[in-house]
């Protein structure tokens, strides 16, 4: 066809024929560097199956995927193992193609943004045939292009697809007890799973049955007692309770961040905010905020004890509690499910092959225009860390306050966004911050993924719990996906492809053979 001329088949003497490297070849190392990121990646629970088990290293090769890891790889996985195995210019478009899969699949899906899928899988069709040969392009290729319209006219994949019924025949499989005749033991199985079924109805509420049994990290319900939000805890822990007897510091922080979370309270931190301010008007705004947290618990203890409180009230009952601040007495715990996450200690994390550790918060700061500024400006800023310890303050009366123990980065040199969209954070020799704690109701996951070029750095992908659906108006539907990875819009869609890699050796074969 005389295109591409770069490319074509070259002789180099009788019976032998170059192959040029294409811009889409790995060399020995990338494919290593690839085959490693696989072979590394741990991720949560529930989130995918082990795809570790079936990369090999020498040499490296995938070997004895299933159909749902070839899913999982191409929607979730293949955009962070070719984060530095291939160049910009060909691993942009693969990694929308990624984001394109894992879009078209997600569980809640806006009816607006199918008419962005269809105009993104064209331009992205147009930038891989700029890159990969014709011979490619064949009608499976070709069918991504329809798949979104079909998601317009069917609604989302997750009602059409083959998993259940795939996972449903495995169930009918295991029915089979006499291999001479599979069909009625198949039969009589499924029969007697249905009277089972049938009977279950009957049965009292506390029973767990297939019509009441929970998800696998969901919450427990837990009555709202208590008139103040910190003391109904939203989770429960897993394992085993371990009681301690909490350093004083430790205990003055943790009781310092409840205190500060507490929502009933925020009149009562205005309130000793403005005292400060002023007996400390000279000082500059940044001393005037560490005064206010480090003498606000005494403060408001003090407050409390001097306030005519009622009696029988379950807001002054809660209040006088907090203000005596907790037990020096309290329990540690190394797992704990909350917001439909399970969360593992680091310590927990070593010898397993999933990733539980990975917390983030979206934390609100505050900042003063001004020393007679009341009103102070909020911005929002995202926490990103690994959890260390998970403890329980007892405020006594069953008031209990569960708490993430984390090593945190925020800003500066240990957080940084790379060309691809990827945010990185690097957690080596980190510091401990000055408020380490968060409420066990405000972490969301996360899960880390080496960077095979320096290993202190690792990319942060976001997660969301398994059984979460955003279902907004119909007029604000948001897209429900199971993680977010990177954000490659900003890429140059006009950049040059290079056909041939000099980087790298090409093919030579034998005419013969």
């Not at 991720?43 to 890891?69: E, F, T, W």
């Amino acid at each position: 066809m005389g295109i591409r001329t770069a490319l074509h088949p070259i002789e180099k003497g009788p019976k032998k024929i170059y192959l040029p490297p294409a811009s889409f070849s790995m060399g020995k190392k990338e494919k290593s560097m690839f085959c490693k990121v696989l072979k590394q990646i741990k991720v949560p629970d529930g989130y995918a199956s082990n795809i570790s088990r079936c990369v090999q290293m020498k040499p490296p090769k995938l070997i004895g995927l299933k159909s749902h890891d070839n899913h999982i790889l191409m929607q979730q996985l293949l955009p962070v193992a070719l984060h530095r195995t291939l160049s910009k210019s060909v691993r942009v478009p693969l990694i929308r193609l990624s984001r394109y899969f894992r879009e078209l699949c997600s569980k809640v899906i806006s009816p607006t943004e199918m008419t962005r899928l269809r105009r993104d899988i064209a331009v992205i069709l147009c930038e891989l045939e700029k890159i990969f040969p014709p011979s490619f392009f064949d009608i499976m290729v070709h069918l991504t292009i329809h798949l979104a319209t079909e998601v317009q006219l069917a609604g989302p994949v997750h009602y059409r697809w083959m998993y259940p019924i795939g996972r449903y025949l495995g169930t009918l499989k295991s029915y089979v007890r006499n291999r001479n005749r599979p069909e009625g033991s198949i039969a009589e199985g499924y029969l007697a799973e249905e009277c089972l079924t049938f009977c279950s109805l009957y049965l009292a509420d506390y029973v767990e049955t297939r019509f009441n049994q929970s998800s696998r990290n969901d919450n427990a319900n837990i009555d709202s007692t208590f008139a103040l939000d910190v003391f109904n805890i939203s989770g429960y822990a897993l394992g085993k309770a371990i009681a301690t007897k909490f350093d004083t510091e430790i205990l003055k922080n943790a009781h310092q961040y409840v205190l500060f979370n507490c929502h009933r309270l925020q009149s009562y931190i205005d309130e000793h905010r403005g005292i400060v301010q002023l007996s400390h008007s000279r000082l500059p705004l940044h001393q005037i905020e560490r005064i206010h947290s480090e003498t606000f618990a005494s403060w408001f203890a003090n407050h409390i004890e001097d306030t005519n409180l009622p009696e029988d009230d379950p807001v002054s009952n809660d209040l006088r509690s907090l203000a005596r601040g907790p037990n020096v007495i309290g329990i540690q715990y190394h797992k704990f499910v909350s917001n439909g996450f399970r969360f593992h200690t680091k310590e927990v994390e070593r010898k397993r092959k999933t990733q539980n550790c990975g917390v983030t918060v979206r934390a609100t700061t505050s900042s003063y225009s001004s020393i007679k500024d009341h009103n102070p400006v909020l911005s929002e800023l995202d926490y990103y860390g690994i959890l260390q310890n998970v403890i329980e303050l007892d405020y006594g009366g069953g008031r209990k306050v569960a708490l993430f123990e984390c090593e945190w980065v925020s800003k500066g040199k240990r957080l940084k966004l790379d060309e691809d969209g990827f945010m990185l954070a690097n957690f080596k020799d980190v510091r401990r911050h000055n408020e380490p704690y968060i409420l066990a109701s405000q972490a969301m996951q996360v899960f880390y993924v080496e960077d095979p070029n320096d290993c202190d750095w690792h990319v942060i992908i976001t997660t969301d719990a398994r059984a979460k659906y955003n279902m907004q108006p119909m007029t604000d539907v948001d897209t429900y996906l199971q993680s977010y990875i990177c954000n490659s819009e900003d890429c140059n869609e006009h950049e040059e492809v290079v056909w041939v890699r000099d980087d790298i050796a090409g093919v030579e074969i034998d005419t013969d053979l």
